[in-house]
């Protein structure tokens, strides 16, 4: 089989690339033959996803040239993760049959976010459409400029309706496979595949074996160590975070030293409160370590005793939490979209009320995941146990028997056509 791989940038931004990184080289042992088309060979200073065949970057080779030279390659399949030129969508599910791997909102929503801000975070499970644009500004769904609302609400018509073309959608939890129920996909054409996660390996001088439960202790003489890691975006919740400190450190009776990892606008912001924060409780820090490599995204999982997922809105899936998971590192978080599908309570660790989502519920989850030295050593088993349920092999195993059957119904719709093309041009010459 050739399966034509479709993003919008070639190197390593965010959990879609991060997916893809894993995926690429998978399906080319699985021995079927992988290309690949990028609108943007960006960010440039960022790593390359792992390119083991054929390759067109539109940004360097113009759109008439690479759809050119991929249709002489002639794929038997188009999969998509995310392209922001439409006509270049359009053209590439007209050249094989198409499946497409929903890994937001960005069709459902006119921000993109499917967040209410207005009187508190919420997530919105409105179906799209006109009364979106009533809403938008009372309830500050987005931006302020009125320009750009009704831009991206065309948009957002315009890759609703593109998404239709294709054979099959596939979504990475129950929460988005509900989200296009809503916007009227029959269900079989709705695939639920949750993401995968490649196994943690001991970081190199870490001092920390993630191969065993028992390396993780609680040590009520040293600082609760925690960690987030994501995009530094307001939807992600780490002013939340920050401010559930105090309260955390008050409740746990111990100091606390959190990691922050990533970048983003909201960056300088968050710095800013934490130095406020650090400054007025001697017995907090707060440390930024940019944008991280995986090797270097293991060693934090390795060296802290909680990830915090403090996402304000429906998180397609929330990968990061099962990715530390793999290194026997519980999480704490907010109940929102895809995040309890793989976080339970009491079993990887503890889940916040999010109406609304606020700091004194965030701190109390964290308090339950730490407080109990023998509750927390439970959790961190349960983190390891559940983490490897999403493997890479059951998740491209899922992957083929959706483009066999879409390259099937695609066939047969041909020789369908074909067949009544057939009648027709009998009965006219008859």
């Given at each position: 089989m050739?399966?034509?791989?479709?993003?919008?940038?070639?190197?390593?931004?965010?959990?879609?690339?991060?997916?893809?990184?894993?995926?690429?080289?998978?399906?080319?042992?699985?021995?079927?033959?992988?290309?690949?088309?990028?609108?943007?060979?960006l960010p440039a200073a960022h790593p390359r996803l792992t390119i083991p065949g054929h390759v067109w970057l539109v940004s360097e080779v113009g759109t008439a040239q690479a759809l050119r030279g991929l249709r002489e390659w002639r794929p038997d399949l188009i999969f998509t993760h995310g392209i922001n030129d439409a006509s270049l969508e359009q053209a590439l599910i007209e050249a094989a049959p198409g499946v497409v791997f929903v890994h937001d909102y960005s069709a459902t929503c006119i921000s993109g976010s499917k967040t209410l801000a207005f009187p508190h975070a919420k997530g919105c499970s409105c179906r799209f459409g006109p009364l979106c644009l009533v809403k938008?500004?009372?309830?500050?769904c987005g931006g302020i400029s009125p320009i750009a609302m009704w831009r991206n609400y065309q948009t957002r018509v315009g890759r609703l309706q593109l998404l239709r073309s294709y054979g099959r959608l596939i979504v990475a939890s129950q929460a988005m496979h509900d989200e296009y129920l809503r916007h009227g996909f029959a269900t079989r054409r709705i695939e639920l595949a949750?993401?995968?996660?490649?196994?943690?390996?001991?970081?190199?001088?870490?001092?920390?074996?993630?191969?065993?439960?028992?390396?993780?202790?609680?040590?009520?003489?040293?600082?609760?160590?925690?960690?987030?890691?994501?995009?530094?975006?307001?939807?992600?919740?780490?002013?939340?975070?920050?401010?559930?400190?105090?309260?955390?450190?008050?409740?746990?009776?111990?100091?606390?030293?959190?990691?922050?990892?990533?970048?983003?606008p909201m960056r300088a912001e968050w710095q800013a409160q934490a130095r406020t924060l650090c400054a007025q409780n001697?017995?907090?820090?707060?440390?930024f370590t940019g944008w991280l490599k995986r090797a270097d995204l293991n060693k934090l999982f390795d060296a802290h005793d909680l990830l915090v997922v403090p996402s304000l809105w429906p998180?397609?899936?929330?990968?990061?939490?099962?990715?530390?998971?793999?290194?026997?590192?519980?999480a704490a978080g907010f109940g929102v979209g895809g995040i309890p599908e793989w976080l339970r309570d009491g079993v990887n660790g503890f889940v916040a009320t999010a109406n609304p989502p606020s700091a004194d519920a965030l701190a109390e989850v964290i308090e339950k995941c730490l407080a109990d030295p023998s509750l927390y050593r439970r959790l961190c088993k349960g983190a390891r146990r559940e983490a490897m349920k999403f493997t890479l092999s059951r998740h491209v195993a899922k992957l083929l028997e959706i483009f066999d059957q879409v390259i099937t119904e695609a066939k047969a719709i041909k020789r369908s056509e074909a067949a009544t093309e057939s009648r027709a041009e009998r009965s006219a010459a008859g």
């Open positions: 050739r399966i034509l791989v479709c993003n919008t940038f070639g190197r390593l931004l965010g959990g879609v690339e991060s997916y893809l990184d894993r995926l690429i080289p998978a399906l080319a042992e699985s021995r079927h033959e992988v290309g690949m088309l990028f609108e943007h060979d938008y500004f009372p309830r500050r949750p993401y995968p996660v490649t196994r943690a390996e001991p970081a190199s001088g870490s001092g920390v074996n993630v191969r065993s439960s028992k390396a993780r202790q609680i040590d009520r003489g040293s600082p609760a160590r925690l960690l987030f890691a994501g995009r530094m975006v307001w939807l992600k919740g780490g002013q939340v975070l920050l401010k559930a400190l105090p309260s955390t450190a008050w409740r746990l009776q111990r100091p606390l030293k959190l990691t922050m990892a990533g970048e983003g001697p017995s907090i820090t707060v440390e998180e397609p899936f929330g990968m990061v939490g099962v990715e530390a998971g793999t290194a026997w590192l519980p």
